[in-house]
């Protein structure tokens, strides 16, 4: 399985970025996709997830109402729509997939990394 980012961009604060992760491969079964992000300095943090035979969704606190998660499952691809960005917002953001289960924001319990795309907002 190789997921493949795309989307990388700058904006001001108060901007709109689209981040796009492709899946190619087979996910056998139920799994889950999620994006993580990390900044300079920082740990790796999760900020959203959506389990892809129901579409429930999952984003962190510092993210909620801001980015929206999105799935096309004939296209094997997932969507990341981040509005009213803030500089805090700016990390490189990885896509990434893994069997269902609990705890989306755990990135170790992860087994699909995609290659990050960076993300900065001025």
């Known amino acids: 399985v190789q997921l493949v980012e795309s989307g990388r961009g700058s904006v001001q604060a108060g901007g709109s970025l689209s981040l796009s992760c492709e899946a190619s491969?087979?996910?056998?079964?139920?799994?889950?996709m999620a994006w993580f992000r990390q900044a300079p300095g920082k740990e790796r943090e999760g900020v959203a997830a959506i389990y892809v035979v129901d579409g429930t969704t999952y984003y962190a606190d510092s993210v909620e109402g801001r980015f929206t998660i999105s799935q096309d499952k004939a296209k094997n691809t997932v969507y990341l729509q981040m509005n009213k960005l803030k500089p805090e917002d700016t990390a490189v953001y990885y896509c990434?997939?893994?069997?269902?289960?609990?705890?989306?924001?755990?990135?170790?319990?992860?087994?699909?990394w995609g290659q990050g795309t960076q993300v900065t907002v001025s």
């Open positions: 990434a997939a893994k069997k269902d289960g609990a705890n989306w924001s755990r990135g170790d319990d992860y087994n699909y």
């Open positions: 491969g087979a996910l056998a079964g139920r799994h889950c």
